[in-house]
């Protein structure tokens, strides 16, 4: 018989408590990260500056402000005024855009819980279609559909194309406020609607006093998402020819020769120009959402 | 939502309504002749500090204007949008370095005769000094890939032809020294010989080319308007005004208008 063997050292089987695990903290943005990527920019900027083909020395800075040799910097300085107008003119796109597609989206998303089939599915068609289109190809659409001017009661009333572009970014946004409308109520516990029936309120009552209330701290963040990637769109207009920021890089490039080394520091202007607008928006969505924070 | 769609339609149904009246009566009625021009195209029409467009074709935009006794309005024009905009009706007329070519002449009415003639030329070192282009047999001249001419060039005269992609890479290459000269379009050439970086070292010592004319346009229909320009750019030929404003943005005035000038001179 042989000696019977010890069996493996087990440790004894304990039933912890259920505890749910800690998510993993994701990476946070820091104002260091975008102090990180301005200096990126400049580096770049400037060592694409320096690969440029036999570029001028820069001048001492006194002379450079007198009769300017045309560096890099004193090209954005002596246009400054022209390229700040044309930033202004995005951002004026942008927020009229974003006005115009809130107000409409928001109709579009009641719309798609209306108790009438046929506006529901209207409107859900709608969502559906503006938000699977690509953006260019709606403004392409609102450029060339739309007269330039149109005559009513003998009052001739111009389009010009600004208005244009304002109504072809503003469909986007339109169907995309209508799904985060559509899903902000959604996400509303249906014991809401059931408490206020029971409270007697009517339908109207109870989305207007109850349920849409709750929905705007809901929607605010991604909200805000969407104006900062409709503003960073607006320079899609250059390709319809609307005189904005990046139109405008072009041409001040080629007003001052179109020489290669003016290329990266003029289009990095235009793009630090977009980051310092967008970049406080970003951090603004994500305070609030962390404040915001709906816990199911 | 319904009233915005109607809304639209009507719209799009304002909009396909056929103007009737003729663009110059128009014109004299709303006391403005709204012009696209480039902005991109030095010296052609560029905008200054004050983003205001200024050029040689702005200028002949004004001298139109003037002449119909109206304001001018300039809009800036691309490629892309520029004969959708005529149609549209949102300008009256186009002078934005376009190019003679049968397609267009279908979907707008050209003015003629041409008011203007790009060619082929070369932006040479100043160490080379050809001024025929027969000269330049077994010589290497640097181009873009793509250039219908090159061939032809490469062929007729004899030349090797280095070619690279855009137009910034050849001209790094000509500034390297791997050939004497860049083949391109005359009124880039030009645009180029007005940067002090060129001017120092680099001139056109050959006539052009290849001419291609640029058209102004009209609306298909607006035949009154097309008389009208036809005689204008005439009187511009007889009085040397394309010649002046060539000298006057600092260009080498082209063989096109110069032949024009002394053809109708006479």
């Known amino acids: 018989m042989t000696p019977e063997r010890d069996p493996p050292f087990r440790p004894m089987a304990v039933l912890l408590p259920l505890r749910p695990r800690e998510p993993e903290p994701l990476p946070r943005v820091t104002t260091r990260h975008g102090l990180l990527f301005v200096t990126a920019v400049l580096l770049i900027a400037t060592v694409a500056h320096a690969q440029a083909p036999d570029a001028p020395a820069a001048a001492p800075a006194a002379e450079a402000l007198t009769q300017a040799p045309a560096t890099a910097l004193t090209v954005i300085i002596k246009w400054l005024p022209l390229l700040m107008k044309g ?111 029971s409270l007697a309120f009517s339908r109207n009552k109870t989305l207007w006093l109850i349920i849409l209330p709750q929905c705007v701290k809901r929607m605010l963040p991604p909200w805000m998402n969407l104006y900062s990637l409709i503003t960073m769109a607006t320079v899609m207009a250059n390709l319809v020819g609307v005189s904005e920021m990046l139109t405008l890089t072009a041409e001040v490039h080629a007003a001052e020769g179109g020489r290669p080394e003016l290329l990266a520091p003029l289009y990095g202007f235009a793009m630090l120009c977009f980051f310092i607008y967008c970049w406080p928006i970003d951090r603004a969505t994500q305070y609030l959402e962390r404040r915001f924070h709906v816990k199911t | 939502m319904k009233k915005l769609i109607i809304g639209s339609i009507a719209l799009l149904l304002a909009g396909a309504a056929p103007a009737a009246a003729d663009v110059m009566e128009q014109v004299k009625q709303r006391g403005t002749l709204v012009v696209g021009v480039k902005a991109d195209y030095k010296p052609f029409g560029f905008r200054d500090p004050s983003g205001t467009v200024v050029g040689i074709e702005p200028d002949l935009a004004a001298d139109i204007a003037k002449r119909l006794g109206v304001k001018l309005e300039l809009v800036p024009v691309v490629a892309s949008n520029r004969i959708e905009f005529l149609n549209q009706g949102k300008i009256d007329l186009l002078i934005a370095t376009m190019s003679d070519k049968p397609e267009r002449r279908r979907s707008v009415l050209a003015v003629d005769p041409q008011y203007y003639s790009d060619s082929v030329n070369v932006l040479m070192n100043k160490k080379a000094k050809y001024t025929n282009w027969e000269d330049l047999k077994g010589k290497t001249l640097c181009a873009t890939s793509g250039s219908f001419y090159n061939k032809d060039v490469a062929e007729k005269y004899g030349v090797q032809i280095k070619a690279f992609d855009g137009s910034d890479k050849p001209l790094f290459a000509l500034k390297q020294g791997e050939c004497i000269g860049y083949l391109y ?82």
């Open chain 2, 185 to 266: 379009d005359q009124t880039f050439v030009q645009g180029k010989l007005l940067d002090d970086e060129w001017k120092s070292g680099y001139h056109m010592p050959l006539p052009g080319i290849l001419e291609t004319p640029w058209i102004m346009a009209v609306k298909n229909g607006e035949d009154g308007f097309q008389k009208f320009l036809s005689e204008t750019t005439i009187d511009w030929f007889k009085n040397g005004t394309v010649v002046e404003e060539e000298q006057k943005w600092g260009i080498q005035p082209t063989d096109y208008s110069l032949r024009m000038r002394d053809k109708h001179k006479g």
């Open chain 1, 87 to 197: 930033f202004l003119f995005n951002i004026l796109i942008s927020v009229l855009a974003m006005a115009l597609g809130t107000v409409a989206g928001l109709m579009l998303g009641l719309a798609q819980i209306s108790q009438h089939r046929w506006l529901r599915q209207f409107a859900w068609v709608t969502t559906q279609f503006f938000r699977n289109a690509p953006w260019l190809v709606l403004l392409f659409f609102a450029m060339f559909m739309i007269p330039y001017q149109f005559t009513v009661f003998g009052y001739v009333i111009p389009f010009p194309d600004w208005v244009k572009a304002i109504i072809g970014f503003g469909l986007p946004v339109m169907a995309n406020v209508a799904e985060l409308l559509r899903g902000a109520i959604r996400s509303i516990p249906n014991g809401q609607w059931e408490a206020a029936e």
